[in-house]
């Protein structure tokens, strides 16, 4: 499974972006795709994620309202649509993909994309 994530760039604070992984290789209906971010100094933390069948979402608290995530499955493609964005945002994020059932815990995905950035300028 290869993952490529992008999408990234500068916006100012208030502002949206869209973040699309693009996924190729044996991918299943089960798998778990997630977004996670890192910020400078700090540890990496999950921001949201969804199954490519049903229709469950799940966010961290700190996004749930203003980011969405959601995929095309004729595309492989998963989507993060990042709304009201704030400086707190800025971090490198990644697409990842998990043959759990895990949702948040960085450590049960098994594949990553390489991470795009997102600067939030205030």
């Known amino acids: 499974v290869q993952l490529q994530a992008f999408g990234g760039g500068l916006v100012q604070a208030g502002g949206s972006l869209r973040l699309s992984c693009a996924a190729s290789g044996r991918i299943f209906s089960t798998y778990v795709m997630g977004w996670f971010r890192q910020a400078p100094g700090k540890e990496r933390e999950f921001v949201a994620a969804i199954r490519w069948s049903g229709s469950s979402t799940y966010y961290a608290d700190s996004v749930k309202g203003r980011f969405s995530i959601s995929r095309d499955n004729a595309k492989l493609t998963v989507y993060l649509q990042m709304n009201s964005l704030n400086a707190e945002d800025t971090a490198v994020y990644y697409c990842?993909?998990?043959?759990?059932?895990?949702?948040?815990?960085?450590?049960?995905?098994?594949?990553w994309g390489q991470g795009t950035l997102v600067t939030v300028s205030s």
């Open positions: 990842a993909a998990s043959r759990s059932d895990s949702y948040t815990d960085s450590l049960s995905y098994d594949y």
